[in-house]
């Protein structure tokens, strides 16, 4: 099969692999009909992350599940799958209790990397799914999505469940006023989230015209450009010289960590799910005095599938409309440099035997 393989800073190939086997009972194997490239994915191709020998990369995909192993009782073969980022058992204490990025058990499996991500890949023609009945979402009454549906499938692997898992972390609400910080794939799924769950007002800070307009298509009562103390010079502004109820930090930088708490409110909240890039620390001193309360991290998107799945289906939310460009497979080594370059928000990848 063909696969997309990091083997250092800027350097992406598309290479032949051996196909993926079932390695336990509780596997599946899942043919990859799209997969996309994360924002997370650019810390390596920056070398912000280093990279020690090449390897598979990718972690979001859906597709079609081509063999399930003896013990996978809740995905059947031909099922129309959404995979999660991180996979999960399903059954142990963290996952009963919805984190699921810090399940129990997957140390125990092989085949996983040091952030839980299958190490086959997500960006590749098929994927050696661990922990299956745990992991893998059917996705009732689908099987060859159209274009659009397909983008927002897509967007509940990752993106859409991280910026709402921002959202709930900043205890956004009906009546509160949100800002969010960053406007990648993330950034603007938290500006969608936080309209679903009700918010009142919802600040976008984003420089970027065609991620300005999506994140109104999604919900932004307005767009702040302005930076550091700018920025929150603005929000108060804007709130009628208050600053924001609840702040969504989406990037993962020192400066993205200060742009948000700078913009929270006294006995404000903030929600944070930008990967570290190094540097991203919180001032304990501000926290304590301005009691502003900080929740966040790694994204259990496993556990909102369900209830953001439903949304999807019924046409109430499109998440989908981060995906400004599709590109073949063959082409990731193209996708990265656009994203990279900021010349696309994201970009879909489709394998060549189902491409369009």
């Not at 009782?73 to 099922?79: E, F, H, K, P, R």
């Not at 600040?203 to 450009?225: K, L, P, W, Y």
């Not at 620390?281 to 439903?310: C, H, M, Q, W």
Request: hydrophobic share 45%; with cysteine; glycine share 12%.
């Amino acid at each position: 099969m063909r696969a997309v393989v990091i083997h250092g800073p800027r350097d992406i190939r598309v290479e032949d692999r051996p196909d993926p086997v079932l390695r336990t009972p509780a596997d599946a194997i899942v043919r990859v009909v799209a997969a996309c490239v994360c924002g997370s994915d650019l810390w390596p191709y920056r070398g912000v992350r280093p990279t020690t020998q090449p390897h598979p990369i990718g972690h979001e995909f859906v597709g079609v599940v081509e063999a399930v192993g003896d013990d996978v009782a809740t995905v059947s073969v031909g099922d129309f799958v959404v995979a999660p980022w991180a996979v999960s058992c399903g059954v142990c204490p963290q996952c009963r209790n919805g984190v699921q990025v810090a399940c129990d058990r997957r140390a125990s499996w092989g085949g996983l990397d040091d952030r839980g991500f299958a190490v086959d890949g997500g960006q590749g023609e098929r994927v050696r799914v661990p922990m299956a009945d745990g992991t893998l979402v059917p996705v009732s009454g689908v099987t060859e999505p159209g274009e659009p549906l397909l983008k927002s499938l897509l967007t509940l692997s990752d993106v859409m469940g991280t910026g709402h898992h921002a959202a709930l972390a900043a205890r956004v609400g009906p009546g509160r006023s949100v800002v969010v910080v960053g406007d990648g794939a993330v950034g603007l799924c938290g500006v969608l989230a936080a309209r679903r769950l009700g918010a009142e007002r919802i600040v976008a800070m984003s420089r970027h015209e065609d991620r300005s307009e999506i994140a109104r298509r999604f919900g932004a009562t307005d767009v702040v450009a302005e930076r550091g103390k700018a920025a929150a010079g603005a929000v108060r502004e804007l709130l009628g010289g208050v600053l924001a109820d609840s702040v969504l930090e989406c990037v993962g930088t020192s400066e993205s960590m200060d742009q948000a708490l700078r913009c929270v409110r006294p006995g404000g909240s903030l929600g944070f799910v930008g990967v570290p890039a190094g540097g991203a620390e919180l001032p304990i001193g501000v926290l304590f005095s301005k009691n502003i309360s900080v929740g966040g991290g790694a994204a259990p998107t496993r556990a909102y599938l369900p209830e953001l799945l439903d949304d999807v289906l019924a046409g109430t939310i499109e998440p989908g409309l981060v995906f400004d460009a599709v590109m073949p497979l063959e082409d990731a080594a193209r996708a990265y440099a656009a994203m990279d370059e900021r010349r696309s928000v994201k970009v879909m990848l489709r394998p060549a035997e189902v491409e369009s």
